[in-house]
């Protein structure tokens, strides 16, 4: 199954907001990218705007195909 896909988006920051939003991810254990994305989903609720839950990723192995070995 193939990762959804994502939209790029070129973002330029401040440095002293890019070092908090770097000391921010790495104390919630995850990459910038997904803090990003994280802080916008709340930004958006206190808003009031819904945003669809990203899709569960299926974490293992995929099934096995018959006569696979």
Not at 18 to 40: K, P, T
Not at 52 to 68: F, L, Q, T, V
Request: glycine share 4%; charged share 35%.
């Amino acid at each position: 199954m193939a990762a959804s896909p994502k939209k790029a988006f070129p973002l330029r920051l401040e440095p002293a907001l890019h070092a908090a939003l770097e000391r921010s991810a790495a104390a919630d254990l995850r990459s910038m990218n997904a803090q990003v994305e994280c802080l916008l989903r709340e930004a958006l609720a206190r808003r009031g705007i819904k945003v669809a839950a990203p899709e569960a990723r299926k974490r293992g192995r995929p099934p096995r195909e018959e006569g696979e070995v």
